[in-house]
């Protein structure tokens, strides 16, 4: 079955610090693994895009990291900052598709001053 | 440049009514998305148009949602008749494109909340 899983559910971490979230996917066959940041009552917006070649893609702040063998990613934040409080949803492209979509559930990150 | 604008951007009605929700894509895509956002389910993908015309469909609920792209600036995503598991946010997205890693440009959704 296709699937992306998110962690962790939430995170809450003061402002200046760095952190990383995790996102492992079971989607076949691959094509791409997208980052979104979804700010409370918007909609998602992307960050990064990175296809099965690409192992990391860099957004300002923000690194994301693939790897295709283990199916594995990483969005990392460097210097947190009280905007950067948000939904961050890993969403992985099934076949060569622009809309065949699997969307994670998210991680729901607070920044503390 | 302008994004996705939807609306409205909130609506309340009773159970029963007619909804019709509505899209401006950015200028200029040829891929328009109707999602669905639940705290329990995610988003979930509703329809997908491609130069007006829809390609996937598979992600309607049932008879009583409909989506219409009538030119490539206008979109309308229409709940006859609506009922309380509607409420949802509805988020209406749209790309350049139609394959590969193109991302998709989200407007702020319309918050549908049915009594």
């Known amino acids: 079955k296709n699937q992306v899983e998110q962690s962790p559910q939430s995170l809450i971490i003061l402002e200046g610090k760095n952190c990383t979230l995790q996102?492992?996917?079971?989607?076949?066959?691959?094509?791409?693994l997208r980052w979104y940041k979804q700010d409370t009552g918007r909609g998602p917006v992307s960050l990064t895009i990175?296809?099965?070649s690409e192992n990391t893609k860099s957004n300002g702040r923000y690194t994301a990291t693939l790897d295709a063998d283990t199916k594995q990613s990483s969005l990392h934040i460097t210097a947190s900052q009280l905007s950067d409080s948000a939904s961050y949803i890993c969403?992985?492209?099934?076949?060569?598709?622009?809309?065949?979509?699997?969307w994670g559930a998210g991680t729901k990150l607070i920044i503390k001053p | 440049d302008a994004g996705v604008i939807q609306s409205p951007r909130h609506e309340v009605t009773e159970m029963g009514q007619e909804v019709t929700l509505r899209c401006k894509p950015i200028?200029?895509?040829?891929?328009l998305f109707w999602y669905r956002q639940t705290m329990m389910r995610g988003l979930e993908l509703l329809i997908y148009?491609?130069?007006?015309?829809?390609?996937?469909d598979s992600g309607m609920p049932e008879d009583r949602f409909s989506a219409k792209m009538p030119n490539a600036s206008f979109s309308t995503l229409k709940i006859q008749p609506s009922e309380p598991r509607d409420s949802a946010v509805y988020f209406c997205?749209?790309?350049?494109?139609?394959?590969?890693?193109?991302?998709?440009?989200f407007g702020d959704g319309t918050r549908l909340s049915i009594l």
């Open positions: 969403v992985v492209s099934f076949m060569d598709s622009n809309y065949q979509l699997i």
């Open positions: 148009f491609n130069n007006n015309v829809p390609i996937d």
């Open positions: 200028s200029g895509h040829n891929s």
């Open positions: 990175m296809t099965f």
């Open positions: 996102c492992n996917y079971t989607v076949s066959p691959f094509s791409n």
């Open positions: 997205a749209s790309s350049s494109g139609r394959g590969g890693a193109q991302p998709q440009h």
